[in-house]
């Protein structure tokens, strides 16, 4: 305080001083300039005893400190090198996910896939401002023996979905792990991969039409993993069957299963891959897929019957020396396979007309996500379907059946902050529908809160 | 065809037997962890590196290769303190072995027996990419190596009783030929100790405890977060008032971001090999730290 005055005085002094030369002779002069002199020397005396005092507080409150710290330290360390501690005390591992959309597209949203019977979640959802699902997970070892976690999906229209509960053995001998509950279908290489790790707004066509956008079931699931330098798994699960909207079987056994290979390994130090071989068999109990009849309206099917599913899927990801940090590829490819037979249900609100239904089906997708500078990447994906053969019987008149092949392609480019953020703006032209090019336009925030989850490969 | 049968049998047979039999199967988080067990152990274990000194290690991928190597490990040595957070607990768990899951014996975490530095005293993901349980670049201290290594060959003796006497006697050997190199290096290192210094991300605060550096700025704004031009701008700034040597990284660092600032406040870049295989010298841990204080020392010039 005392030195700010002194400072404003010594300038309003100094700036005064012409005009006082004027006024005054050379004697009053050299007066005002010796007392403007003494009056500086003193300030910057008294500077400098403020600031050694400011520096000798300073240290003494970093040796308080680094004292404090050290005993801190100490007291963790005794604690600590008896059992390692645990991420949260005994609390679980507690994330959150949030995200938001924007959707422009030039189509209306009554979705379907033109010449396919698909169910569940599929379409680019609804126009304009939403709330995307958040996802709320509860993730912990429960004992030696077990791994269990909670995933509940928060939608926008204020329900509420329990996409994943499951508990995981950790403890089995000779590679083997059981898993129980409602879990992703180990199945394929994208279907296990939680929403918001995606590298895309939405997922693969050929995965809205075949798996009902994601696949998870109530079932039980054994994986064993070789005692191999290269990486081999192999899997199976048996469950009720919940597939693509589906509520499953209430009957005795199972209602679905599945068989799964995946290797893996590095190739020099840049490149790491993994491909994988799986056979899913459903059998799905009146499963709704939207549709557009022959006359042009918007009618709902439903299926019941057997439905079998071959995947085969690659991941290629490539990093400088394995370091991502900077810039790194990664190249993603699936092809299904599905055939079904059973029965049919035209226009089940109008008509209602049930006859036999088979088809054999396919789909692929491909897609590469380059990472050009530290936070940023671009994406480039193509979605091909191939309508096969389908044969509708008694409602062969009734149902677009014309050979269409849908197909999509999409690029996006996304910005992550950190490792928690990410906001992605998306653009693609989506033929799912037959004659209605949709032009799509997505921007999408998606953040993660709590617990640093780790993610698979 | 019953030959072929009796050699196809005789071979998964011995395929099977095989890794029973052969040495301690190490799956080491980082080479300073593989390359510690490599000296406590010998030929008793064999060693597998995780990650490479090249690499990020907070930013690792839980790929099938590692999946496939855990999956044999009769050891997982890691640093802990949330330092492979987002790729080891996936590793662990997919690999099916039990052996090597938290809390067993097979599981070693090196940050348990160091005194640890950098404890936050506040959490917040606004604050970067900070550790609850500390700053766990433990290894650029060469008294935490030792510290380490006497819980390492403990753990060893537990996990395979049969070579116990072995390893004890190794541990021994190396702990004479590391306080004497400590020593060493702690002489060399004299003229280091108060240097001023800036470091791209707060990896090194161990190493500025063991060498009296000062680290007066970051290039990173926040831990993790990459440099950005203003705040290159500012660091710039600062040194101006508060000189610093040199700056200093870590091999896996990129190096623009220190390469603009020791342009333009003419000081020193220097890139530490900050683990085993950082860079050609940097072959073992004693060639790690005579390498580092190697560079630290002519770069001070």
């Known amino acids: 305080m005392i030195t700010k005055k002194l400072v404003a005085s010594a300038v309003a002094l100094a700036f005064g001083t012409p005009l006082l030369a004027s006024a005054n002779d050379s004697d009053e002069m050299e007066k005002l300039r010796a007392e403007v002199q003494q009056m500086r020397n003193s300030y910057e005396s008294r500077i400098q005893a403020l600031e050694t005092k400011l520096e000798q507080v300073q240290a003494s409150a970093g040796k308080a400190e680094e004292s404090a710290a050290k005993a801190e330290s100490a007291a963790i360390e005794a604690s600590a090198s008896k059992a390692p501690a645990s991420s949260n005390a005994f609390n679980p591992d507690i994330s959150l996910i949030l995200s938001g959309i924007y959707a422009n597209r030039s189509q209306n949203s009554d979705y379907h896939i033109t010449g396919f019977q698909a169910g569940g979640e599929i379409g680019p959802g609804v126009r304009g401002l939403s709330l995307a699902e958040s996802e709320l997970g509860v993730y912990a070892n429960i004992d030696h023996y077990f791994y269990g976690g909670l995933n509940l999906a928060l939608a926008p229209d204020n329900t509420v979905s329990v996409e994943e509960a499951f508990v995981q053995t950790t403890a089995l001998p000779a590679g083997l792990t059981v898993k129980g509950g409602r879990f992703f279908s180990g199945v394929g290489y994208l279907n296990e991969q939680h929403a918001h790790t995606w590298d895309f707004v939405d997922n693969p066509l050929v995965y809205q ?14 994986k064993w993993v070789a005692p191999t330098d290269l990486f081999l798994e192999l899997g199976a699960e048996a469950g009720r069957g919940r597939i693509a909207g589906t509520e499953g079987k209430d009957k005795n056994g199972a209602a679905m299963g599945s068989l799964f290979a995946h290797v893996g390994g590095d190739i020099g130090v840049s490149s790491s891959w993994r491909a994988g071989l799986s056979y899913l068999r459903t059998s799905p109990d009146k499963r709704q897929s939207p549709d557009l ?16 599913l071959w995947i085969a899927d690659f991941v290629w990801k490539w990093a400088p020396n394995g370091n991502t940090n900077v810039t790194n590829f990664k190249l993603q490819g699936e092809y299904l396979h599905r055939s079904e037979t059973g029965d049919l249900t035209y226009d089940i609100d109008h008509v209602a007309s049930a006859d036999r239904y088979s088809s054999s089906q396919s789909g692929w997708y491909l897609q590469g996500v380059y990472q050009f500078r530290p936070y940023w990447r671009v994406g480039l994906r193509y979605d091909q379907l191939d309508s096969g053969s389908a044969s509708y019987d008694s409602n062969t008149a009734s149902i677009v059946n014309d050979g269409y092949d849908p197909s999509r392609i999409t690029a996006m480019l996304d910005y992550s902050p950190s490792e928690f953020s990410r906001i992605r703006l998306q653009l693609a032209q989506d033929k799912s529908r037959e004659n209605q090019t949709d032009n799509q336009f997505f921007v999408q925030y998606i953040m993660s809160l709590g617990a640093h989850g780790a993610h698979k490969f | 065809m019953h030959k072929l049968i009796k050699t196809l049998a005789f071979a998964l047979l011995t395929l099977a037997v095989l890794p029973a039999q052969a040495a301690l199967n190490i799956f080491a988080c980082e080479p300073e962890w593989g390359a510690l067990t490599q000296e406590l152990g010998g030929d008793k274990v064999s060693v597998y590196n995780a990650t490479q000194a090249l690499q990020d290690v907070h930013h690792v991928q839980a790929k099938p290769s590692l999946i496939a190597k855990a999956r044999s490990a009769n050891l997982a040595v890691c640093t802990g303190m949330e330092l492979e957070i987002g790729w080891l607990p996936m590793v662990l768990r997919q690999s099916g072995n039990s052996e090597i899951q938290p809390g067993k014996p097979g599981y070693f975490e090196a940050g348990n027996y160091v005194r ?22 433990i290894q650029t ?43 060493r290096w702690e002489t060399q290192a004299a003229p280091l100790k108060g240097m001023s210094i800036v470091v791209q991300h707060k990896g090194f605060p161990y190493l500025e ?41 870590a091999a896996y660092n990129d190096d623009r971001a220190s390469q603009w600032l020791a342009e333009r406040a003419k000081i020193p870049a220097v890139a530490l090999p900050f683990s085993v295989g950082g860079d050609d010298k940097a072959k073992d841990l004693f060639s790690l730290f005579d390498d580092t204080i190697q560079r630290l020392l002519d770069a001070a010039k």
């Open chain 2, 141 to 183: 201290d060469a008294r935490n190596i030792a510290k380490v290594a006497d819980a390492l060959a403990q753990r060893l003796a537990e996990v395979d009783p049969a070579n116990a006497a072995f390893y004890k006697q190794r541990h021994q050997d190396f702990s004479q030929r590391w306080q004497d190199a400590i020593k």
């Open chain 1, 209 to 222: 039409a075949f798996l009902g956008g994601q696949y998870g079931d109530d079932g039980v699931q054994v």
């Open chain 2, 116 to 137: 640890r530095l950098e404890i936050p005293s506040r959490l917040d993901r606004a604050d970067g990419d900070v550790h609850a349980q500390g700053n766990p670049h």
């Open chain 2, 209 to 249: 405890d063991w060498l009296g550096l000062k680290e007066v700025a970051a290039l990173e704004p926040k831990p993790g977060v990459e440099p950005t031009s203003s705040h290159l701008a500012e660091v710039l700034d600062q040194l101006k008032r508060q000189p610093a040597k040199m700056v200093i990284r």
């Open chain 1, 293 to 308: 009849d022959t006359a042009g309206s918007f009618i709902t099917n439903q299926f019941s019957g057997t439905s079998r």
